[in-house]
């Protein structure tokens, strides 16, 4: 079974507005992250929420996490075209920090 | 903050040649390094997980034979496709974990794209 599936797989806006994401994963996790990947591009990671945290800010973004729901979500506020991007959560499989599996993604693209 | 490199970038080779990839850390040293491969349009998925010194730890489904990853040293990782084939054309991905302050943070190389005719 497939860990990190996100929603939605496509997400058109306008600029200023807020943008959501949601990812769920099937089994316990020790932190969940957000990617960032620009089209051909490598990725950025944004941000990282442990296990023990509900909430999380940074700067614009803002992440949730509910293992009960096994569930996460990251809020993009006042989004600008800049944004536009594909945007993936990703959980540490194991003990290995490195080894990740990551959701299908969510291409977000902000109209000017 | 660190980086990761990757070359090439793009590379078209013709089927049944052989082509290798390098992931190199430039600031920092990595024992571990992972390879990835994504699809267009697609998630990434873990290849396998290169070790210093050591043999690469491939996921299942991935073959070794097919994909010879060798970490000779703290900041070099290569992957070499063998016997390229078209379905072997995908976008790869490497990363390599940083520990500098203490905290072991992922950085990820820009990518290559691969095209087997």
């Known amino acids: 079974s497939q860990q990190g599936e996100e929603d939605p797989q496509a997400l058109s806006i306008q600029e200023g507005e807020n943008a959501t994401m949601n990812c769920s994963y099937k089994?316990?996790?020790?932190?969940l992250q957000w990617y960032r990947q620009n089209s051909g591009r490598g990725l950025v990671h944004l941000i990282l929420i442990r296990s023990n945290e509900r909430e999380k800010h940074s700067g614009r973004l803002r992440v949730t996490l509910d293992t009960s729901k096994k569930s996460s979500s990251l809020l993009i506020t006042a989004s600008r075209a800049a944004d536009t991007a594909s945007y993936f959560c990703a959980t540490v499989r194991g003990t290995s920090y490195g080894k990740l599996t990551f959701g299908q993604g969510t291409i977000l693209t902000v109209h000017p | 903050g660190a980086v990761v490199s990757q070359h090439p970038s793009r590379v078209i080779c013709k089927s049944g040649t052989s082509v290798k990839i390098e992931c190199r850390s430039l600031d920092f040293q990595a024992t571990t390094m992972f390879w990835y491969r994504q699809f267009p349009k697609k998630s990434l998925m873990l290849m396998a997980t290169?070790?210093?010194?050591?043999?690469?730890?491939?996921e299942q489904g991935v073959e070794k034979d097919k994909f010879l990853i060798n970490h000779a040293s703290l900041t070099l990782s290569t992957l070499t496709v063998t016997s390229a084939h078209p379905e072997d054309s995908s976008f790869y991905i490497c990363?390599?974990?940083?520990?500098?302050?203490?905290?072991?943070?992922?950085?990820f190389g820009p990518g290559t794209r691969l095209l087997v005719l």
């Open positions: 990363s390599a974990t940083s520990t500098l302050a203490g905290q072991e943070t992922q950085y």
């Open positions: 089994t316990s996790i020790n932190n």
């Open positions: 290169s070790n210093e010194g050591s043999k690469a730890t491939y």
